[in-house]
C-alpha cells in the first residue's frame, strides 16, 4: 500500500529543493527503467527500507480565481485530505510570516501528522532561530539545509515512524484495479454501472488506506476488487475543477492498485491532464488500459477510432503498446470489456518466462543485431533472466552495460513484446555486469 508525503508551503521556502533531495535515487532508478522525464511534482523515496511517494504542492499552478491566499489554502487543505503525512517547509531567514501562520493554523486544526521542516538552517549556528517557529503551535520541528542536506537525516527518520502501518499485502490476492481520469470523464458512471446500487458488496479490507473503499467485484465469473478513493461517487463538489485535486486522486488510487483504467472524455481528446495521469500511472509501473469514453457523442467515420488510437499513441511514445477501448458509460457500452481487458493486463503483468525459453528466443536476434559497438568497444551479451519483481523485469548479462543506449533497450523491449503478450505492462530492462 502507498503511503503518500505532501510537501507544503509558501513560494522560495525550499519545496521543490526538498523534494529533489527525498527523490533522487529513487527517481534515478525509476527514469533509467522507464525513460520517463522526471518532473518535478511526483517521486518515490526510500528511508531505511520503507518506501512512499512524495508530492510537492508547489509543482501545481494555482490556476485559480481566487486570491493567492485561498488558493494556496484549498492545497493545503487538499493535501491534507489526500497525504499521510504533511511536511510544512518554513524559511529560517524570514522568520514566521503571516502566511505561515495561517497555514499552521489549518494544520493545527485538522491535520494528524504535521513535520515542520525549517529550511535553510546552512550551519548549526542558525539552529537556535529554527525554534522560534515552535511560535506556530505544532511539534515536530526539524532544522534542515535542503540544500546541502543536513538535517534531513533527522526529519526522515521522524517520518518513516509516524507513517501509517499499512498492514501486509498478502491479505489482498485478488486483482485490484481503479477507475482514474479527469472529472467529468465518466468515471463514478462506469464505477455505478458495473456495481450498481449493490452496497452490500462494500468491504472495507483491513491495511487499506484512510480513504480507500475495496469494492468486491463478483459476478459473471469475474472476481477482483474495485478501489475507490472517498468521493468518486460521493462527490465533493468544492474542489473538483482543481487539477491538483484530481491529480492528488489519482496517486491514492493508483499506488493502491494492480491495473488502472484511465478514463478519457472522447469530446475532448487526449489533454495535459490526462497525460500526467498517464505518466503517473507508467511510472508507478501499474499496469493500463485507456477508455475513451462518451463514445456516443462522437460522429463516426470507418476509421474514427483507429484514428483516435493512433493520435493517442503518438502522445504517450515511445510506449504504445496498451489496450484502447471505446466505452461508453451511461449507455453500457463495452464496458465488461473493459474489466476483460483489464484482467487480461493483470494477466500479462504477472508472466513469468523462463530463463531458456528466453535465452533461445533472444540471443539469435542479438546476434543479428548486436548493440552497436562504443569508443571501439563491443558488447558481448551473454544470457538473459526475468527478474522476480511485481513488473515484468528482464536482466540482460553483458560486459559493458554502461555502453549499451536507450534505443537498444527499446529494441530489445520491443522484440519481448512481440514474442509474449505484455500488453498494458510497463517493462524494467537492465543491463548488468558479468
Ligand atoms: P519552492 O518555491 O518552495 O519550491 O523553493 P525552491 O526549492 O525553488 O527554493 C527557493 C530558493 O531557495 C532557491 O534559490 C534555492 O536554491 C534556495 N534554497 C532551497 N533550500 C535551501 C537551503 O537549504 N539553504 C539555502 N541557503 N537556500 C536554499
Ligand atoms: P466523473 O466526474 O468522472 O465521475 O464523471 P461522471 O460519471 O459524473 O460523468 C460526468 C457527466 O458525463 C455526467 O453528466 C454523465 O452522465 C456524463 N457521462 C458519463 N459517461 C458518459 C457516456 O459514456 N456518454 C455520455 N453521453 N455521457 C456520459
Not at 102 to 109: G, K, S, T, Y
Not at 288 to 306: F, G, H, R, S, Y
Amino acid at each position: 500500500m502507498g503511503n503518500i508525503v505532501a510537501i507544503v508551503g509558501r513560494p522560495n521556502v525550499g519545496k521543490s529543493t526538498l523534494f529533489n533531495r527525498l527523490t533522487e535515487s529513487r527517481q534515478a532508478i525509476v527514469d533509467e527503467a522507464s525513460g520517463v522525464t522526471r518532473d518535478r511534482i511526483y517521486g518515490k523515496s526510500e528511508w531505511n527500507g520503507v518506501r512512499f511517494s512524495v508530492v510537492d504542492t508547489g509543482g501545481y499552478a494555482i490556476n485559480s480565481e481566487d486570491q493567492f491566499e485561498n488558493a494556496i489554502r484549498e492545497q493545503v487543505l487538499i493535501a491534507i485530505e489526500e497525504a499521510d503525512v504533511i511536511v510544512f517547509v518554513v524559511d529560517v531567514s524570514t522568520g514566521v510570516t503571516d502566511y505561515d501562520e495561517a497555514v499552521a493554523e489549518i494544520l493545527r486544526r485538522k491535520a494528524k501528522n504535521v513535520i515542520i521542516a525549517v529550511n535553510k538552517v546552512d550551519n548549526h549556528q542558525q539552529i537556535p532561530e529554527a525554534s522560534y517557529f515552535y511560535s506556530m503551535g505544532l511539534n515536530e520541528l526539524f532544522p534542515i539545509s535542503a540544500i546541502n542536506g543536513a538535517g534531513t537525516g533527522e526529519l526522515l527518520d521522524h517520518l518513516v515512524k509516524i507513517l501509517p502501518d499499512k498492514g501486509e499485502e498478502e491479505d489482498i490476492e485478488l486483482p485490484r484495479f481503479t477507475v482514474v481520469g479527469r472529472p467529468n470523464a465518466g468515471k463514478s458512471s462506469l464505477i455505478n454501472a458495473l456495481i450498481g446500487e449493490d452496497r452490500n458488496i462494500v468491504t472495507p479490507l483491513s491495511g487499506t488506506t484512510r480513504d480507500s473503499i475495496f469494492t468486491r467485484y463478483n459476478k459473471y465469473g469475474h472476481d477482483f476488487y474495485l478501489v475507490d478513493t472517498a468521493g468518486i461517487r460521493k462527490k465533493t463538489k468544492v474542489h473538483e475543477d482543481l487539477e491538483f485535486y484530481s491529480v492528488m486522486r489519482a496517486i491514492r488510487a493508483i499506488e493502491n492498485s494492480d491495473v488502472c483504467l484511465l478514463m478519457i472524455d472522447a469530446t475532448r481528446g487526449f489533454e495535459g491532464q490526462d497525460q500526467k495521469i498517464f505518466s503517473l500511472i507508467e511510472r508507478n509501473r501499474k499496469g493500463v488500459v485507456v477508455l475513451v469514453n462518451k463514445w456516443d457523442l462522437i460522429e463516426k467515420e470507418n476509421n474514427t477510432a483507429k484514428e483516435f488510437e493512433e493520435a493517442l499513441k503518438s502522445l504517450t511514445a515511445p510506449y504504445t503498446d496498451y489496450p484502447v477501448i471505446f466505452t461508453s458509460a451511461t449507455e453500457k457500452k463495452r464496458i465488461f470489456k473493459a474489466l476483460e481487458e483489464a484482467l487480461a493486463v493483470y494477466e500479462n503483468k504477472s508472466r513469468k518466462v523462463g530463463t531458456s525459453k528466453l535465452n533461445e528466443f533472444l540471443l539469435p536476434i542479438i546476434e543479428n543485431y548486436p548493440p552497436p559497438a562504443n569508443k571501439g568497444k563491443y558488447i558481448k551479451i551473454k544470457y538473459i533472466t526475468q527478474l522476480p519483481a511485481s513488473v515484468p523485469s528482464f536482466a540482460f548479462f553483458c560486459n559493458l552495460p554502461q555502453y549499451v543506449k536507450e534505443p537498444y533497450k527499446r529494441f530489445v523491449e520491443n522484440k519481448l513484446r512481440q514474442k509474449w503478450n505484455f500488453s498494458g505492462v510497463p517493462m524494467n530492462i537492465f543491463f548488468r555486469k558479468k
